[in-house]
């Protein structure tokens, strides 16, 4: 009859999906470590638990040697034979040292280290269970959602579904049901952590294999998919028999099967077309709905393989897509760097093109030995070294540098930049291979950076002789009109008592044009005003200077009285003596 200890661990086994081996195990270890605990450290050491009764006994090794020098882990033959008959030297044997009350003193002192075992052995399981189902759909409910994510409750384990795993236009709710692809497995000290994935193109894949018996049996493989999560998806599949319509297949009867697939999706549209081993036919299904009339391809070193696909001129939005999604995806489900044109374009591109093979067919033909060289499009300056020693033929100037570049060089005229230009215009028109000779490249020839001078010294600069200074005459006084920039004004400064009588009126910046403006405020900006400066010669400076020549202003007694007089007239009053008087001081003497 079981005991209920062996009750128990069969009770834990069934809560936590272990077997009786794993548990044992456990405690087996954790009995190990509460007797090193209680009796000392012992190197080797046993624990068995009796599955049936439960019972637990300790093994304490010790090791056979000739003369025991330590009882406690050492025994001599004879007496390792009497335990284990093929005992030889060097053996351990194992005796049973179990202690009177270690029942009682190992449930107490390893019921924790036994609880972690447990915890350990139940988080092995789980990450040996999940770690080989990386790529599969599992269902699960929305248990939170925070800063990393959302967390899905997948029964027996939690699982993350980060923001980049996400769809865009999806919201996710507490208790909701989802189908969530497993994309990473990993360990850590908490337990494994599972990280889950709904905008992955393998859960699209994962959709077709559950809804598509065709593809979940192989009859029907998918070749490539392209996804852009939430928004568009094109797949492209190819029937492994030859019978079978692999689109059909996937789209199902009236669309059924694919209908599923885009509910689950929430809404996403998904291009199913057919595989094709030939590159410009497969081009020509990725861009599905439109129909292009042509495919042409191209690869290059540095833009790679490129295909320009040729659509009607209605169909070129259609073929591009909203924002280009069309074509972007089909770039990325055939692997081709796709360009689209219009019919219209391309014919355009193929009568330029004809025109410039008609152009260069025409250049290489005029190419010969007798060609002259002005048709070569050489400079004034060439052509005249050129033709100094009778050089005007194409074939006498390939001869002239077969003989090398010095034959060049001593022409008069003709130098380093001048060979380098004839070398490039050669090359450009290819004569060299038009001719059937050996290209001849002329060399790089590098001048010389020439050294800056050295500063001259201010001390050790040559001094004038005084012969050589010329006397400065004086001018005679000149006149001139000389515009006066705009004075900064001064940061106000504290004035004394004493100083304000020393203060004269500024001076008006501007003058009105008239008395109405001056009242009334309005007509053209004033004029910047010009003052007059002489020019005289100062004999202390030894230069000639100019001063200033102030015109006196009205004084503000004469304005007012200008002001009044006006007003007079307005109002039909004659004006008063004081603005005669001010009238007849404003106005200046006659020069006659």
């Not at 042509?294 to 070193?301: C, H, I, S, T």
């Not at 109405?516 to 100062?538: H, N, Q």
Request: with cysteine.
């Amino acid at each position: 009859m079981k005991t209920d200890f062996i009750r128990a661990i069969n009770q834990v086994c069934a809560e936590r999906g272990l077997t009786v081996e794993v548990v044992l195990e456990a405690l087996e270890q954790a009995l190990v470590s509460a007797y090193k605990r209680d009796f000392g450290p012992t190197e080797y050491l046993e624990a068995k638990i009796d599955p049936s009764s439960g019972e637990v006994s300790m093994f304490t090794g010790r090791e056979v040697v000739e003369k025991v020098e330590n009882p406690e882990s050492e025994m001599d033959l004879a007496q390792a034979t009497q335990i284990k008959a093929d005992s030889t030297l060097g053996d351990i044997v194992y005796i049973e040292t179990t202690p009177p009350n270690f029942g009682r003193i190992a449930a107490q002192t390893a019921k924790q280290v036994i609880l972690q075992r447990i915890r350990e052995a139940e988080r092995d399981v789980l990450y040996e269970t999940y770690t080989g189902r990386e790529g599969e759909i599992v269902s699960g409910t929305v248990h939170s959602t925070d800063a990393r994510g959302v967390t899905i409750n997948l029964g027996r384990i939690e699982a993350l579904l980060p923001r980049m795993q996400q769809v865009p236009n999806e919201r996710y709710y507490i208790r909701q049901r989802l189908r969530v692809l497993i994309i990473e497995v990993n360990r850590t000290n908490r337990g494994p952590e599972i990280i889950v994935s709904r905008s992955h193109p393998d859960m699209l894949r994962r959709l077709l294999e559950v809804e598509v018996p065709e593809i979940y049996n192989g009859l029907v493989e998918i070749k490539a998919i392209a996804r852009e999560a939430g928004s568009r998806a094109k797949v492209a599949v190819a029937a492994v028999q030859e019978r079978i319509d692999p689109v059909g297949a996937c789209v199902g009867m009236r669309g059924v099967r694919i209908q599923s697939i885009v509910s689950e999706l929430n809404g996403e549209k998904i291009d199913v077309i057919g595989w094709s081993p030939d590159p410009k036919e497969f081009i020509s299904k990725s861009l599905s709905p439109a129909r292009p009339h042509g495919v042409e391809l191209a690869e290059d070193k540095e833009m790679g393989r490129t295909a320009t696909v040729i659509v009607p001129d209605k169909e070129l939005s259609l073929a591009i897509g909203r924002e280009g999604q069309n074509a972007r995806l089909a770039a990325k489900l055939t692997r081709w760097r796709i360009d689209i044109i219009s019919a219209t374009e391309a014919a355009e591109r193929a009568m330029r093109r004809a025109e410039e093979e008609a152009a260069r067919a025409a250049a290489r033909a005029e190419i010969s030995e007798d060609m002259p060289l002005e048709k070569l499009a050489l400079s004034r300056r060439i052509l005249n070294s050129l033709g100094s020693v009778g050089i005007t033929k194409l074939g006498q100037l390939l001869d002239k540098m077969e003989e090398g570049d010095e034959a060049l060089l001593e022409l008069k005229g003709f130098g380093a930049k001048s060979l380098q230009s004839l070398g490039d215009v050669l090359e450009a028109r290819e004569v060299w291979e038009i001719l059937g000779r050996e290209q001849v490249v002329p060399e790089q020839v590098v001048e010389p950076e020439l050294e800056p001078e050295p500063p001259i010294a201010a001390e050790e600069e040559a001094p004038v002789p005084a012969e050589a200074v010329e006397e400065v005459v004086a001018p005679p006084p000149v006149e001139e009109m000389v515009e006066e920039p705009t004075p900064v004004e001064p940061k106000p400064e504290e004035v004394t008592q004493e100083q304000v009588g020393e203060i004269e009126p500024a001076e008006a910046e501007t003058i009105p044009e008239s008395d109405e403006e001056l009242l009334l405020g309005e007509g053209r900006p004033a004029k910047k005003k010009r003052r007059r400066r002489t020019l005289i010669y100062d004999e202390s400076l030894g230069e000639v200077v100019a001063k200033k020549v102030r015109k006196p202003g009205r004084r503000r007694e004469e304005w007012e009285g200008a002001i009044e007089d006006w007003k007079g007239e307005e109002a039909g009053t004659e004006p008063d003596a004081d603005a005669e008087k001010g009238d007849d001081m404003d106005e200046e003497p006659d020069a006659s």
